[in-house]
Structure formats: structure tokens, C-alpha cells
């Protein structure tokens, strides 16, 4: 099972700032194909992050049980 941590609008989204996935390994483009199908608000931010590890992560990038996920969403401040 993936422990997956949300930020901002994006745990707004989910309705909780922690969710799992049924998975030992996934990656990083399939992890966001799953969130946009699953909540399909997500496809409306445009450019959030995901974080692995504490460090962002490219699309290929293999997600594993052990490892610390964020969403991460765009921010803007003033």
C-alpha cells in the first residue's frame, strides 16, 4: 500500500490529507492517471508536483510502499 500526503486545493479535492493506493509500486505518470480518474477535479490543476521522497519526481520515476509521496499544488502568493 502507497501512503500518499495532499496539499492545498489538492486536499481539498480528496477530502482528507492522507489516501492510499492499493499498490507495492506504481509510477509517477500512473499515480497522476489514477488521481485524475479518481478525482476528476485534478485534471484542472494545472502543473502539480509530485513529490517522492521529499524530491520532486519525473513521470518515469517508480514509486515504491516505503517511499514518502506528496501532491503538491501549484501556489501563488503576494
Keep these: 500500500m502507497i501512503n500518499i500526503k495532499y496539499f492545498g486545493i489538492a486536499k481539498e479535492i480528496?477530502?482528507?490529507?492522507?489516501?492510499?493506493?492499493?499498490?507495492?509500486?506504481?509510477?509517477?505518470?500512473?499515480?497522476?492517471q489514477r488521481m485524475n480518474e479518481q478525482y476528476k477535479a485534478f485534471?484542472?490543476?494545472?502543473?502539480?508536483?509530485?513529490a517522492v521522497n521529499q524530491e520532486?519526481?519525473?513521470?518515469?520515476?517508480i514509486i515504491n510502499a516505503d517511499d514518502?509521496?506528496?501532491?503538491?499544488?501549484?501556489v501563488s502568493g503576494g
Excluded at 68 to 74: T, Y
Design 14 to 32: 480528496v477530502g482528507n490529507d492522507v489516501a492510499f493506493i492499493e499498490s507495492s509500486t506504481i509510477s509517477v505518470a500512473d499515480l497522476r
Design 43 to 50: 485534471k484542472q490543476i494545472k502543473g502539480y508536483m509530485v
Design 68 to 74: 514518502e509521496v506528496a501532491i503538491i499544488p501549484p
Design 56 to 61: 520532486y519526481a519525473i513521470d518515469s520515476q
